[in-house]
């Protein structure tokens, strides 16, 4: 198709017979039928260009140290939240035991912390995740508290 663009445009411009690649073209007669042959031509050209053109690669997000934020794992089981933590692009640097008032099974999450600051970036409702929670960079080492099922003292 762009071989026979380039020569109905040739041939137009010409107005004459031209071989190109031992094909001939014969001579185009009025200027209206060379214009129109020209115009066709280049049609076809800018057809072929279009087409064989690659479209532009899909936008690539920029990496980024801060995730969509620290995942509300109050109440999940130790391995369930270390599993959602790692996924999410953070390290669970140690898992203490403590009494709870709100979860009352051992072996659940109550809390967690940042190990650097111990700021809380995960409470009970209606907190779950915190501002700090849903800002915090991934890589960042976290404290998970662990309900060991007592309750604590009034």
Known sequence: MLLLGILLFAGAIVGGN??????????????RSRIAAAAL??????AVVVVALPSPP???????PVASGVPNIYGDSVDLAISKLQTAGYTVAATER?????IRVAGLVRQVLAAVNRQILVDEPPTN???????LARGSALV???SDGLSCAQ
């Open 41 to 46: 031509g280049l049609v076809l050209v800018a």
């Open 144 to 146: 998970l508290k662990v």
């Open 58 to 64: 899909p936008p690539v997000a920029a990496a980024s």
């Open 129 to 135: 995740v915190t501002l700090a929670g849903q800002t």
């Open 18 to 31: 031209i071989s190109a690649l031992g094909v001939t073209i014969p001579t185009i007669g009025s200027s």
């Open 98 to 102: 403590v009494c709870s008032n709100s």
